[in-house]
Structures are given as structure tokens and as C-alpha cells.
């Protein structure tokens, strides 16, 4: 665990593993990271991923997705563990003070709500701003533990009509909000920006 705080790349180039044990955790790394590079493999152009929320056991997400790999987190001490030259440290209710809208691809949301997302507030506001760094038609991927004291309020992706409800096609998921029905008691929802009228017309 030194090693890590230390330098998570050293700690890479040293073969060294360290990482969460979860269910949930290991359906987000295989089944929904090999979607996503499957997703980057028909892209015509190289895609780019934001994650949010960074800890010890997400250090090597950036090896694990094939496309260009952002992060942000409030906390500074999560810094570390974000690529280099590609994390910031910032709140998710202010994305798009860090970033040019339209720009990524697909956001991830895993473990930020209910775990410093705590109030409606937040959650409406990190919703309208993974809407504006979406390109029309990304992917928004939420994660979170549907327990009374992680779950404050309702979690809806279509949150004032900015995304749509949509089942990847992921081996095992049949609609857009997938339970684990482990001990965290982890749900998966997925949902895609709504494009523009004159775009869809």
C-alpha cells in the first residue's frame, strides 16, 4: 500500500496488483470496460473517457480502457492515483469549468453518489454537467449502492429530460438499471445524452 501512495506507476512497472475485490467492481472492470473498448474499437476517431471519483483500487483503470483516460476527484490526496498530466482535481458539480463541452465520449460515475454527492442539489448539477462534456449521444455510466444511507434520493437518468435510458449490450443486462444483488447492494444505470431535434430529424 506504501508503494502506491508513493507512485502508482512505479508500483505498475513492478508488476505490483492491488485491487478491490468486489463483484461489482469486477463486472465494472471486465464485462462493462470490455463493452467500452469494444465501443473504441468501431470508433472512427480515438475516444476519451472521464472518470469520476479516483481511489487506490481504480489506479489502473487508464491501462484497462482503450482510449484516452481522464479523472477527476475533489479529494487531493486521490491525485496520485490519476493519470498523469490527465486528472483534476475538482468537484463533478463543476465539470465544465475543467473541461470543453462536447468533449468526451463516455463519463463514468462510480461510487460519487452517496459518497460525496449527498444532497438532490449535487446530483441535479453533476447531471447537467456530464450532459454539457457529453458529445451528443455519450454514454453515461452511474454506479452506486442502493442502501438508505448511500442512496439520499432518487437516482434518475433522465434527469430533466438531458439523457435517455438505454441497455448496453453487455451479456447479463436487460435493462438500463442492472443490480448486482450483492452485499453493497451495487446498481448500474446507463444512459445516453439526448441529441438535439435538428440533429435527430
Known sequence: MRLFKWSPAFAAKCGVKFRLRAVNRQFLEREIFDHLNQLAAKSPTRMKCLFLGMHYYTWHYPRLLKMDFYSLDMDPEQAVYGPPGRHVIGSATDMAGYYDEESFDIVVSNGVIGWGLNERIGFEQMMEQCHRVLKPGGLLI??????????????????????????????????????????????FVFGRKRKEETETA
Not at 434518475?156 to 452485499?183: K, Q, W, Y
Open 142 to 187: 452511474l454506479g452506486y449502492n442502493d442502501t438508505p444511507e448511500r442512496k439520499p434520493y432518487p437516482v434518475d437518468i433522465d434527469h430533466a429530460g438531458l439523457f435517455e435510458p438505454v441497455v448496453p449490450s453487455i451479456r447479463g443486462i436487460t435493462h438500463f438499471e442492472h443490480p448486482m444483488n450483492d452485499s453493497y447492494a451495487h446498481v
